[in-house]
C-alpha cells in the first residue's frame, strides 16, 4: 500500500517554530488535493491547511497567520508552524487525493508544552 512519509515532528515550547515534511511517492499522480490534518487527544481528526489543484490554499482560522503550506517540484509537502500555542499539540497527518483515492501519511507527534 502507498504511504506518504512524514517526518518534522516533536517537543516545542510555546513560541516556538516547527516544520513538518511529507514525501508523496512519484507513483501518485494526477494529484487533485495536498494537505495537513491534526488529531488532538480525545478530538476528531481536523483539517489544518489544503491545498487544492488550481485553487486557493485554506487554512482552519485557528492557524492563519501562523502556519504556512507549500510544495516544492520534488513532490514534498511542508507546514511550517510559527508562533506554536499549547493548543497546537496533536498528532500531524499529510494527506493526498488523487486517482480517487486517498492517501495518508503515518501521523507524526507534535507536542507545544514548557
Known amino acids: 500500500q502507498v504511504q506518504l512519509v512524514e517526518s518534522g515532528g516533536g517537543l516545542v515550547q510555546p513560541g516556538g517554530s516547527l516544520r513538518l515534511s511529507c514525501v508523496v511517492p512519484?507513483?501518485?499522480?494526477?494529484?487533485?488535493?495536498m494537505g495537513w490534518y491534526r488529531q488532538a487527544p480525545g478530538k476528531q481528526r481536523e483539517v489544518v491547511a489544503v491545498?487544492?489543484?488550481?485553487?486557493?490554499t485554506t487554512y482552519v482560522d485557528s492557524v492563519k497567520g501562523r502556519f504556512t503550506i507549500s510544495r516544492d517540484n520534488a513532490n514534498t509537502m511542508y507546514l511550517q508552524m510559527n508562533s506554536l500555542k499549547p493548543e497546537d499539540t496533536a498528532v500531524y497527518y499529510c494527506?493526498?487525493?488523487?486517482?480517487?483515492?486517498?492517501?495518508w501519511g503515518q501521523g507524526t507527534q507534535v507536542t507545544v508544552s514548557s
Open positions: 512519484r507513483s501518485i499522480a494526477s494529484i487533485n488535493v
Open positions: 491545498i487544492p489543484s488550481g485553487g486557493i
Open positions: 494527506y493526498v487525493y488523487a486517482d480517487r483515492r486517498n492517501y
